[in-house]
């Protein structure tokens, strides 16, 4: 536990500080190709990733343009759940669209 107790008598009168280590975080990236539309990408943007429509063709673009893209930062767990939906959704719609995730 972090913080320290301050005791009189073997009893706890205050925590000085509270337990506050944080996740790591993961980069969750999306990968260019010469298949996946355009328009898919967006709506995974949009639907995976909660970007706004706006905000989910930038992205888009920027994969598009420089080969990958920065879509979010998550927890572990979180991202990992995040890149297995965005694969499992692409080829659903028969798209070989990849995503990756590394360490923030
Ligand atoms: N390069 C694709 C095309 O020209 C579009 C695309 C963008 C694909 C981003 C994947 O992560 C990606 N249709």
Redesign the pocket.
Known sequence: MAGTDRRTDGEVIERTRQDTRQPDLYKVL?????Y???DF?VEVLESIFNKQPAEAFRI?MA??TQGKGLCGVYPHEVAETKVESVVTLAREHGFP?RAAMEPE
Do not use: S
């Open positions: 999306l990968l260019n190709d010469d996946t539309t355009m990408v888009m994969v598009h669209l």
